[in-house]
């Protein structure tokens, strides 16, 4: 039950904050943030089952992000079609976000329910393959998680206002991003076991970051873009008990790429 909150083209220093949680199996193994050895050009995690990645950025500032679409009793798809590919081909690749977008509607049918969004620093694009076309993102503060772009769940709505209030300073705090996502003012309850069938949304809908020896929040990551062409991006990586393993951090300017 990924969690993505974001604003675009709505603060005066920045046109992209983001701040985001991956959570998923613990037992899916992954790489921690890093320029990729075989695409130097790419900043991201890396899940090691599919060779894709949930979200990163490139040296040209172009950024991608990805969450899957709860659907229990959807089709499963071989894996040769997985959705952190999605990711990784628009990082690679050269077209504008919504032209790329656009481009995926033919192929939706190949992959589980996913919500991706795609952007450059002067665009931002979302699909889904849950619903008809590609958009444009409008300006303003924004949530994603396993439903459609803006869904009004518990977590996405509180989500969008604790960003807003971050979102007062000239100056935005990381580590105030950082804790919005590790909030876990609510107590996680019972992750059951067999959690494809059985996930209850009324209980994790609500939930920032997730705790469970199997299933939970693995990482943070949190991702700027100033106007006058400098990069943030942060991850925290989490274990199963919800202690965290360490922070990288990663600056550089996207202009001069």
């Known amino acids: 039950?990924?969690?993505?909150?974001?604003?675009?083209?709505?603060?005066?220093?920045?046109?992209l904050v983001l701040a985001a949680n991956r959570d998923e199996f613990h037992q899916r193994p992954a790489e921690a943030a890093q320029f990729w050895g075989d695409d130097p050009r790419i900043l991201a995690g890396r899940d090691l089952q599919g060779g894709g990645t949930w979200l990163g950025i490139?040296?040209?500032?172009?950024?991608?992000?990805?969450?899957?679409?709860?659907?229990p009793l959807g089709p499963l798809i071989s894996l040769q079609h997985s959705r952190g590919n999605l990711v990784r081909d628009f990082l690679g690749g050269e077209k504008a976000p919504l032209a790329h977008a656009g481009g995926l509607i033919s192929e939706g049918?190949?992959?589980?329910?996913?919500?991706?969004?795609l952007g450059t620093p002067d665009e931002l694009a979302y699909v889904s393959n849950r619903r008809d076309g590609a958009l444009s993102v409008s300006a303003g503060s924004h949530g994603l998680s396993n439903h459609l772009l803006d869904t009004d769940w518990p977590k996405v709505h509180a989500?969008?206002?604790?960003?807003?209030?971050?979102?007062?300073?000239?100056q935005v705090d990381t580590e105030a991003l950082l804790a919005l996502l590790s909030d876990r003012a609510l107590a996680p309850g019972e992750i059951p076991e067999n959690l494809g069938e059985r996930l209850a949304p009324d209980q994790l809908m609500k939930h920032f970051f997730i705790v469970?020896?199997?299933?939970?929040?693995?990482?943070?990551?949190?991702?700027?873009?100033?106007?006058?062409?400098?990069?943030?991006?942060?991850?925290?990586?989490?274990e199963p008990a919800g202690r965290e393993i360490e922070t990288r951090r990663f600056e550089f300017d996207y202009k001069a790429s």
């Not at 490139?58 to 659907?71: H, K, L, P």
């Open 58 to 71: 490139t040296r040209s500032g172009r950024f991608a992000a990805i969450t899957n679409y709860r659907e």
């Open 109 to 117: 049918s190949s992959y589980q329910g996913f919500n991706l969004l």
């Open 159 to 170: 989500g969008r206002e604790r960003l807003e209030e971050i979102l007062n300073h000239n």
């Open 1 to 15: 039950m990924c969690l993505i909150l974001f604003s675009w083209q709505s603060h005066p220093r920045y046109s």
């Open 212 to 238: 469970s020896e199997v299933y939970g929040t693995r990482c943070s990551t949190v991702l700027l873009l100033d106007r006058n062409g400098s990069a943030i991006f942060l991850e925290r990586q989490f």
